[in-house]
T-cell receptor, first 111, second 119 residues
Framework: GESVGLHLPTLSVQEGDNSIINCAYS??????FIWYKQESGKGPQFIID?????DKRQGQRVTVLLNKTVKHLSLQIAATQPGDSAVYFC??????????FGKGTKLSVKP | DTGVSQNPRHKITKRGQNVTFRCDPI?????LYWYRQTLGQGPEFLTY????????KSRLLSDRFSAERPKGSFSTLEIQRTEQGDSAMYLC?????????????????FGPGTRLTVL
């Protein structure tokens, strides 16, 4: 079946460096993608989203890139801070009400 | 705090017992979603409501699970005859539903979840 997945399950970066978290999706009908951050014991927190008619969107310290040709999504975090340590999920919406989540990438920031 | 709230935050029960969780969505959000998340996995969709109407249910939602949203505001998720395999985090999310259709850019905001442990 079609699914959203992640290339790397864990990522360790030095404080102040940039982080890049990748996600592959296989559902060509997906028209909306979202990145969520989930800290231990908490619910997913919305970070940034992008529509399928865009290839880049920037927020505060975060940028999402969408490459529909290869069905790839990435989240870039600039100047990574200890507070960014969490599990990051990409999710896709194929227009049926529910989100399809990947398995998540754990980001660890070393001081 | 005007975010999504869920109660209780933790629930420990014995196998075979019934449990009920409550979700209060963001005020004026007319869509409400339930997801289940097991350790190390992403959330999995269970069901969603548009106002009081339950519009979609996943095959994960067995006949032991029932969800309601009687007045189009808060929702409850009940699990009957709990099994150890029901142990998970149950997440609720809401969205404004104003983007036209259940897809597009209808951002879902999640609550803190209810962690269920079935002994």
């Amino acid at each position: 079946g079609e699914s959203v997945g992640l290339h790397l399950p864990t990522l360790s970066v030095q404080e102040g460096d940039n982080s890049i978290i990748n996600c592959a999706y296989s559902n060509s009908a997906s028209d909306y993608f979202i990145w969520y951050k989930q800290e231990s014991g908490k619910g997913p927190q919305f970070i940034i989203d992008i529509r399928s008619n865009m290839d880049k969107r920037q927020g505060q310290r975060v940028t999402v890139l969408l490459n529909k040709t290869v069905k790839h999504l990435s989240l870039q975090i600039a100047a990574t801070q200890p507070g960014d340590s969490a599990v990051y999920f990409c999710a896709e919406n194929i227009g049926q009400g529910n989100l399809i989540f990947g398995k998540g990438t754990k980001l660890s920031v070393k001081p | 705090d005007t975010g999504v709230s869920q109660n209780p935050r933790h629930k420990i029960t014995k196998r075979g017992q019934n449990v009920t969780f409550r979700c209060d969505p963001i005020s004026e959000h007319n869509r409400l979603y339930w997801y289940r998340q097991t350790l190390g996995q992403g959330p999995e969709f269970l069901t969603y409501f548009q106002n009081e109407a339950q519009l979609e249910k996943s095959r994960l939602l067995s006949d032991r699970f029932s969800a309601e949203r009687p007045k189009g505001s808060f929702s409850t998720l009940e699990i009957q005859r709990t099994e150890q395999g029901d142990s998970a985090m149950y997440l609720c999310a809401s969205s404004s539903g104003t983007s036209g259709g259940a897809g597009a850019t209808d951002t879902q905001y999640f609550g803190p979840g209810t962690r269920l442990t079935v002994l």
